[in-house]
């Protein structure tokens, strides 16, 4: 009697859009309504919904689209003394501002910590890109000299990396998706972690980073950013970009 050869593992495609806001964010102008439509049109499969200090957004979205999907894991990005850190794949918030220790709370609950935009106003300190899950190596908000450095640093420390839009308003939606060959039956963490991936990628403006922050000043009463928000709206062209 012979041993039968191993069978192959079965592939399947999942297409990933990480990094968006709702309005949940005070610099954001989409609603669930609109991230769920966009992602069903486009035949996403999960969206990872990171609001500013709040994973709410994740849970409105998850709500809005019920069992038919798309998947909305729970997600936040929180302000770190050093920078920028997505969580996702939560049971609930993180409550530390502390780099490591948003880490182990988020380990705590079965999470990965992302760095998003590791050299965009952020200043980590080596150990806690060490300890991070992944790495964004392409941000559409972020310079291309800053998307190169974080590339460049994944690759030294061999981590896992993803693509965003950092999408804050409905035309950004569409401006990077992270395309995975997964393993069927597999959870979305090993997918994540350990499958090979690929880009889809496009900028956004410098108009729309501005229009941000005059979203953000207008929400914050704030009536002299908001002014000059406008004049640096007005000062770029169209299609200027960061």
């Known amino acids: 009697m012979t041993d039968e050869p191993p069978r192959a593992a079965t592939t399947t ?9 709702t309005r949940r964010s ?20 999960v969206v990872l919904v990171t609001d500013h200090d709040s994973h709410m957004g994740s849970v409105d979205c998850q ?8 998947v ?3 997600s936040a990005e929180y302000r770190s003394t050093q920078g920028d850190m997505i969580a996702t794949l939560l049971s609930g918030p993180i409550k530390s501002r502390e780099p490591r220790a948003i880490i182990a709370e988020t380990h705590e609950q079965g999470g990965l910590v992302i760095l998003p935009h590791p050299y965009k106003a952020s200043r980590f300190a080596d150990e806690i890109f060490e300890l991070a899950d992944l790495i964004e190596i392409y941000n559409a908000r972020s310079s291309d000299e800053q998307n190169a450095r974080a590339a460049a640093t994944a690759e030294a420390l061999r981590k896992p990396t993803l693509a965003s839009p950092d999408a804050h308003l409905q035309r950004e939606l569409g401006l990077a998706l ?3 060959v997964a393993v069927e039956g597999r959870e979305l963490r090993d997918a994540l972690l350990h499958s090979e991936r690929r880009f889809v990628t496009g900028k956004t403006t410098m108009r729309a980073i501005h229009h941000s922050q005059i979203l953000k000043s207008m929400r914050r009463l704030q009536p002299i950013r908001f002014a000059k ?9 169209a299609d200027d970009q960061p």
């Open 26 to 45: 005070a610099d954001a102008w989409l609603t669930p309504r609109q991230i769920v439509a966009f992602a069903r049109a486009a035949q996403i499969d």
């Open 63 to 70: 709500r809005l689209a019920g069992e038919h999907g798309p």
């Open 178 to 180: 992270n395309e995975f």
């Open 229 to 237: 928000g406008m004049v640096r709206w007005f000062q770029v062209s």
């Open 13 to 21: 495609s999942l297409r990933l859009l990480s990094h968006v806001h």
């Open 72 to 74: 909305f894991p729970v």
